[in-house]
């Protein structure tokens, strides 16, 4: 199958799976694997890439939210009979009525003589509407899957409902080995476009690290065509990304799509998201962010210092959403009038401050993974500081635990390419420092900016952009 690029570690560790059931060598022939990850994340593409490369006979079925149950039934059968699962005869004009008996069917079709690949799409949607379907899929799992030689892969958006399946209290509990799908790396962004530096940060920070996007990339081609080039097209990846997302999850004037664009407009503190909102009760507004939170739409961060704070700050953590929400969404009248000019104009008054924030969980994730090769290596956080006056607000923090016991060091981050960080920056860092718990005369400073340190800067250390695309290997 052509056309598919990265997820090179992902293969590896699917292939180490099938060989498990290759080998033969444990009580279940089978494997089981719960792959999770948020929507758009190429969960699906992979799969079925790995299914196509393995050469193995296999079977994908594609669920569909609040689908009648019979018809999902049915589906599970028609791709069984449509297969290439050597016995996938058995399963044509069969119209199974539980699930029991749908994955029974389906085992019924697998060889015994050499391992079968079986991927379920978006597993909660189909057990969401079959009560006892969770005891149902263990049944037959333990019953008859598992005694074939097959990887079976179950793969799901709904991160928190695919959790669930893995509790101790739940039926299919200690059966599956749990995969994350995480987006594309700004590394992996990078090597897709061709673009380096602060340009593929700025890429990631668009495409939010998806797949489909960042396919539509152009070898080279600078943000600014990207966009261009994608406002210009109401099919463009970018254009319909983030309304199949919503679609999928939060229904056209749901109260859950006014608090996301607030948060995705930039407001992060409880009482400004409200504000922006429509005034929401505060018990409303608290219900909705912490659904977001669970479905991890949305993260909420709080200062990292040896002293406990609740001064929450919110912010878009799906990355799909991250880009789309502020600039995409607000231009499609403007894309389907195809005006990307206007589109771009909003891009050009707003990107740089609102890049100034949405890279810094992306800054903060690179320091600590570059801090492993380091005298660093026992920070375990990395976040910043503020407090309820917003001033001074510390950029970057590392400490050992949250709250920490110790803090490691203080650093700015100054995201821009003109100027490096000055020794007067430097200076203004190590004054406001002062006030963050935990920190001494005697703590680290250290920065981040593209274009380097100032010579003489009193750091301890200092990474730029490409050092930050380098802590992702």
């Not at 209290?169 to 897709?192: N, Y």
């Not at 009760?281 to 406990?308: E, F, N």
């Not at 104009?345 to 401050?353: E, H, K, Y």
Request: with cysteine.
């Amino acid at each position: 199958m052509s056309g598919f690029v990265g997820r090179a570690r992902e293969l590896d560790d699917l292939r180490e799976q099938l060989a498990v059931v290759e080998a033969g060598t444990r009580d279940a022939r089978g494997v089981a694997v719960l792959m999770r990850g948020r929507r758009r994340v190429g969960k699906s593409r992979l799969a079925e890439e790995f299914a196509e490369r393995t050469g193995a006979p296999h079977v994908i079925f594609q669920a569909a939210r609040h689908a009648p149950v019979a018809q999902e039934l049915a589906g599970i059968a028609d791709a069984v009979a449509a297969s290439n699962l050597p016995s996938a005869a058995l399963a044509a004009g069969n119209t199974p009525t539980t699930l029991t008996a749908a994955l029974t069917l389906l085992a019924a079709t697998l060889p015994d003589d050499r391992p079968s690949v079986v991927v379920i799409d978006e597993v909660p949607w189909l057990l969401e509407g079959i009560p006892g379907g969770a005891g149902e899929l263990q049944r037959v799992w333990d019953r008859a899957l598992s005694r074939k030689p097959v990887l079976l892969l179950l793969l799901g958006s709904d991160l928190a409902m695919m959790e669930q399946l893995t509790k101790a209290d739940q039926p299919f509990h200690g059966r599956a080995t749990e995969m994350v799908l995480h987006a594309l790396s700004p590394r992996d962004v990078a090597r897709m476009t061709g673009l380096t530096g602060v340009d593929a940060f700025d890429a990631h920070l668009i495409t939010g690290g998806q797949p489909l996007i960042a396919q539509e990339w152009r070898h080279g081609e600078t943000p600014t065509d990207f966009l261009t080039r994608s406002f210009g097209s109401s099919l463009s990846a970018l254009v319909v990304s983030g309304t199949r997302v919503l679609d999928a999850e939060f229904p056209e004037g749901d109260l859950t799509r006014r608090v996301l664009t607030a948060v995705g407009d930039g407001e992060r503190a409880f009482s400004k998201i409200q504000d922006a909102a429509g005034g929401l009760q505060p018990t409303s507004l608290h219900r909705v962010l912490t659904a977001l939170i669970t479905k991890r739409v949305v993260a909420a961060d709080t200062p990292l210092s040896t002293a406990t704070s609740r001064e929450t700050r919110y912010r878009i953590a799906d990355p799909s959403l991250r880009f789309w929400l502020p600039f995409v969404q607000p231009a499609s009248n403007e894309v389907d009038r195809a005006r990307p000019d206007l589109a771009m104009a909003r891009v050009d008054r707003s990107f740089s401050t609102w890049r100034g924030r949405a890279v810094e969980p992306l800054v903060r994730e690179g320091v600590s993974r570059l801090l492993l090769d380091t005298a660093w290596a026992h920070v375990a956080e990395v976040g910043g500081w503020w407090p309820r006056s917003n001033t001074p607000e510390i950029d970057l923090l590392g400490a050992d635990r949250r709250p920490a016991k110790e803090v490691a060091f203080v650093g700015t981050t100054k995201w821009r390419t003109g100027a490096p960080v000055t020794r007067g920056e430097v200076a203004k860092l190590a004054v406001d420092a002062r006030s963050v718990p935990g920190v001494t005369p005697q703590t680290p400073l250290v920065a981040v900016c593209p274009a380097g340190v100032e010579d003489g800067a009193p750091v301890a250390a200092s990474w730029t952009a490409d050092d930050l695309l380098n802590a992702w290997q």
